[in-house]
Structures are given as structure tokens and as C-alpha cells.
């Protein structure tokens, strides 16, 4: 099963902050919960593991990053992700286009470009539910990526944001996540959740 995902989210930092962040893999990795490098083999490749938690029970996933191209001029990240749970039952791979746009001295955008797959056991019980699931997965990471740029600043912000990231979860919780995707629906379904 394949998703494709385009989403735009706004970052409280210079751009230039938001860079700096955005090329270090390790702390790019730690935004999404449950990520973590475990060991960085060259300057563009690199092993790590995402733990999931699904009720009283967690699954770990292992794989490679790829980085494919870090362009500094257009502030743009391309990576290449993949992995398989430890029982072999579930594959993944993400190809992810990250791009920094300044939107003016204290502000920026991250946008995000990204082909999820998801192969095995896991797709076939997630199925329809990919797409809503990937999309809260983005929206966490674009979450804990801004208080991470924040905490690299000065001031009071800072000082909250470096306190978030200390409760920040240690694996993506999968029941959260459909939890977030019931919310949406209902909100949607009673017009709570209309775009303008």
C-alpha cells in the first residue's frame, strides 16, 4: 500500500535556525517519536530502529537512511527511509522531501513532500487507515521539529520549549494516533474541522 502526502507547516524560528536543524539527521530523527539513529555508518547513510506502541504491547522496527541530497542554496532535504519490524511480518519505506521557505525575519515553513509504503501485516491491517495515520505521524513530527527549533533560541519560548521536548514520548503511540483520527473525523462530520 502506497500513500503520498504533501503538507505545509509553519515554523516559529528564523529560517536559518530551522537549517541548522534540519541537517542534523540525528535531531531531525528524535521529531519523530519512537525514532532514534543508532548508528551512522558515513556521512549520508545511517541505521536506526522506531518503536511503536500499540495498547500493552510495542513493536520495534529496523532500517537505513538514505540521505539523498542536502542542498543548502534551496534549503532542501531529500531522504530515503526503510525498515522491517523485528518479527520480519511488516515492511516500510518513506521517501521524504523536506524544503525550508523563509516567511519573514522571525518565521518560516516546512513543507513536506512524502511516498509512504507499507508492505505485510501492516498494510493489510491498516489499509484504508494509512493515509489518515501517515498524516498524524507528519503532523507530529512538524509539532516536535518547531519546539525543537524554538528551544535552540533565547528567551522565555525557549525555556518552554526545551521543557516539552523533556516529555516529549519515547515511541509513537499507535492508539493515539486512531484516537486523533476519530477526533478529526467527528469534527469534520459536524463542521468543526472545515479549512478556509
Given at each position: 500500500?502506497?500513500?503520498k502526502?504533501?503538507?505545509?507547516?509553519p515554523?516559529?524560528?528564523p529560517v536559518?535556525?530551522?537549517w541548522?536543524?534540519?541537517q542534523?539527521?540525528?535531531s531531525?530523527a528524535e521529531?519523530?517519536?519512537?525514532?532514534?539513529?543508532?548508528?551512522?555508518?558515513?556521512?549520508?547513510h545511517?541505521?536506526?530502529t522506531?518503536?511503536?506502541k500499540?495498547?500493552p504491547?510495542?513493536?520495534s522496527f529496523?532500517g537505513?537512511?538514505?540521505?539523498r541530497?542536502?542542498?543548502?542554496?534551496s534549503?532542501q532535504?531529500?531522504?530515503y527511509g526503510?525498515g522491517?519490524?523485528?518479527k520480519?511480518?511488516?515492511g516500510?519505506?518513506?521517501d521524504?522531501?523536506?524544503?525550508?521557505a523563509?516567511?519573514g525575519?522571525?518565521a518560516?515553513t516546512?513543507?513536506?513532500?512524502?511516498?509512504v509504503?507499507?508492505?505485510?501485516?501492516m498494510?493489510?491491517?491498516g489499509?484504508r487507515?494509512?493515509s489518515q495515520?501517515?498524516?498524524q505521524?507528519?503532523?507530529?513530527?512538524?509539532?516536535?521539529?518547531?519546539?525543537?527549533?524554538?528551544?535552540?533560541?533565547?528567551?522565555?519560548a525557549?525555556?518552554?520549549?526545551?521543557?516539552?521536548l523533556a516529555?516529549?514520548?519515547?515511541?509513537?503511540?499507535?492508539?493515539?494516533?486512531?484516537?486523533?483520527?476519530?477526533?478529526?473525523?467527528?469534527?469534520?462530520?459536524?463542521?468543526g474541522?472545515?479549512?478556509?
Amino acid at each position: 500500500m502506497q500513500v503520498k502526502l504533501e503538507k505545509s507547516y509553519p515554523i516559529e524560528a528564523p529560517v536559518a535556525s530551522a537549517w541548522q536543524l534540519l541537517q542534523d539527521i540525528k535531531s531531525v530523527a528524535e521529531c519523530m517519536p519512537g525514532a532514534e539513529i543508532t548508528e551512522q555508518i558515513d556521512d549520508n547513510h545511517f541505521k536506526g530502529t522506531v518503536k511503536v506502541k500499540l495498547g500493552p504491547t510495542t513493536a520495534s522496527f529496523k532500517g537505513d537512511i538514505e540521505i539523498r541530497a542536502l542542498d543548502a542554496a534551496s534549503r532542501q532535504l531529500q531522504l530515503y527511509g526503510k525498515g522491517t519490524d523485528v518479527k520480519g511480518t511488516s515492511g516500510a519505506a518513506m521517501d521524504l522531501t523536506a524544503t525550508l521557505a523563509e516567511n519573514g525575519p522571525g518565521a518560516c515553513t516546512l513543507k513536506g513532500d512524502s511516498e509512504v509504503t507499507v508492505t505485510g501485516k501492516m498494510a493489510s491491517f491498516g489499509g484504508r487507515m494509512m493515509s489518515q495515520v501517515s498524516d498524524q505521524i507528519l503532523d507530529q513530527f512538524a509539532q516536535n521539529f518547531n519546539t525543537r527549533v524554538v528551544a535552540m533560541g533565547e528567551g522565555a519560548a525557549a525555556e518552554e520549549a526545551s521543557a516539552r521536548l523533556a516529555e516529549q514520548p519515547k515511541e509513537l503511540n499507535a492508539l493515539g494516533l486512531i484516537w486523533g483520527m476519530i477526533v478529526s473525523f467527528f469534527k469534520r462530520l459536524f463542521g468543526g474541522g472545515k479549512q478556509s
